[in-house]
């Protein structure tokens, strides 16, 4: 969804990982008291922000407490810029027609809702700008885990219990978080960089981009608190990946839109990974260096090892272009969705995680447009390249499947090993698998299947 990734203090953060990781020791943040109060406190915290982080401020940083109510409208605000209606309708429609989310569904109307009721701090690369909610984190965390059953509710209860003064752990973890946003964008230009990737249309690039900035920050954030916990490293790595897990398990438990609710929480989670695997090889000169030359796919950044050993730069063909078969539907969306998407999309049609990840691991570039009838039917061809011909062969094989329980009511005119057609109500899906590649049109009236599908056959790739 081409959506400039903000910064917010969203649901993987301030509710999830933030107050997982100070639960064991204790730490919540009482209700913010003053603008004075939490502007002293951001003022001291830069100067650790800058020890932690090996850069210095480059100026000013104006920073503001505001109610749940105002962060509301800066959110609503920041995304009425970013996205139009018409592509929150086109992408959700794709995403709805992947599986990804339920029909009728809005992307942009759930991210907005899990930001407004989760967003504890936010700094804008728009404005330069530092937001402190003022918020009684014990009291959200309480509202946030009552839904979640006999676990919730006990968690909920010793959040609500919870407390501290306004120089808590959690707090001011959270502002270190929100300050190496800030000091980050003032040395390598956050707000361009996201520019040039929303006009990209890629949510692949755009969620690697997300993971280092996000990945650092929390990065950060955790030697922050690993210095005022007194932890030392080994027992930390330990109390992390416990708390990694249990934020999974919350956000799976949650009410919250799912796709989404994951694509929030990876780049918190697999950007720390990531980013440490490159300043554990590298230092933080060579973490300045991947600011300046970043990961080009979730690949990257969910196996560090592509980007920091062997580079695998993604391969790439043009979109296919459905307009001379079907010359009376419209293009509505074009997208790469990477190896991330991809694996949800058969995790969330087969309730299968491993499956998602195995068949997605062979991802080496795709693109995928959708098309809209004069009746309003909605289709897409979508090219994927893969790292060999038996992991074409693999997503080829496993895609047929999903079509059987994406539509029951269909049947199968024809399926081979590297060709199928699937039809159903005077529509069809139809799959060919030549080499490394593999395309799928579907959504596309039965009579022009073929034609459709010969349409979308990239006529070059370049292999990388």
């Known amino acids: 969804m081409k959506v400039k990734r903000l910064f917010p203090r969203l649901i993987s953060i301030a509710v999830v990982l933030a107050?997982?990781?100070?639960?064991g020791a204790g730490f919540l943040s009482a209700q913010q008291s003053s603008d004075t109060d939490i502007v002293g406190l951001t003022r001291s915290l830069m100067s650790v922000t800058e020890d932690l982080r090996g850069l210095d401020f480059m100026y000013d940083l104006p920073v503001e407490l505001?109610?749940?109510d105002e962060i509301k409208d800066v959110i609503a605000e920041q995304l009425a810029m970013e996205i139009t209606p018409d592509k929150d309708q086109a992408f959700s429609a794709l995403y709805t027609m992947l599986g990804l989310?339920?029909?009728g569904s809005s992307l942009m109307e759930d991210y907005q809702t899990m930001a407004e009721e989760q967003v504890a701090g936010l700094y804008d690369p728009h404005e330069k700008r530092f937001y402190v909610v003022d918020i009684d984190m014990g009291a959200a965390l309480s509202g946030m885990f009552g839904d979640m059953g006999p676990i919730g509710s006990f968690l909920g209860g010793m959040m609500e219990g919870m407390s501290g003064d306004m120089s808590g752990t959690m707090t001011n973890a959270v502002i270190v978080h929100e300050l190496t946003h800030a000091l980050d964008d003032q040395h390598f230009d956050i707000e361009s960089a996201l520019e040039k990737l929303v006009d990209a249309d890629s949510d692949d690039a755009q969620l690697a981009y997300q993971s280092l900035v996000e990945g650092n920050a929390t990065r950060i954030m955790n030697e922050y608190a690993v210095e005022s916990m007194g932890l030392d490293s080994e027992t930390w790595a330990t109390y992390s990946g416990l708390n990694s897990t249990l934020a999974e398990m919350m956000m799976d438990m949650s009410d919250y839109n799912a796709f989404l609710g994951r694509l929030m929480l990876v780049p918190y989670l697999k950007g720390e990974e990531f980013v440490n695997e490159v300043v554990g090889r590298s230092g933080e000169a060579g973490l300045d260096r991947v600011f300046i030359d970043p990961p080009q796919s979730m690949e990257q950044v969910l196996h560090p090892e592509k980007y920091t050993i062997a580079r695998d730069i993604p391969s790439y063909t043009n979109p296919p272009d459905l307009s001379r078969p079907l010359p009376k539907w419209k293009l509505e969306a074009t997208d790469t969705l990477g190896e991330l998407i991809i694996g949800l999309v058969f995790e969330?049609?087969?309730d299968n995680k491993s499956l998602g990840e195995r068949v997605a691991k062979g991802w080496d570039y795709d693109v995928i447009t959708s098309w809209r009838a004069p009746n309003n039917d909605l289709a897409f061809a979508w090219i994927t390249v893969w790292d060999s011909e038996s992991e074409a062969s693999e997503f080829f094989g496993e895609y047929c499947n999903l079509l059987e329980t994406r539509y029951p009511q269909g049947a199968w005119s024809r399926r081979e090993a590297s060709y199928c057609l699937y039809t159903g109500a005077g529509l069809a899906?139809?799959?060919k698998k030549e080499g490394r590649v593999a395309v799928?049109?579907?959504?596309?009236?039965?009579?022009?299947?073929?034609?459709?599908l010969n349409a979308a056959w990239p006529s070059n790739v370049t292999y990388r």
């Open 440 to 452: 799928i049109v579907e959504g596309v009236p039965e009579r022009n299947a073929d034609a459709c």
């Open 66 to 68: 505001v109610s749940q």
């Open 348 to 350: 969330f049609q087969t």
């Open 19 to 23: 107050a997982v990781q100070f639960v």
């Open 101 to 103: 989310i339920p029909k």
């Open 429 to 431: 899906a139809v799959m």
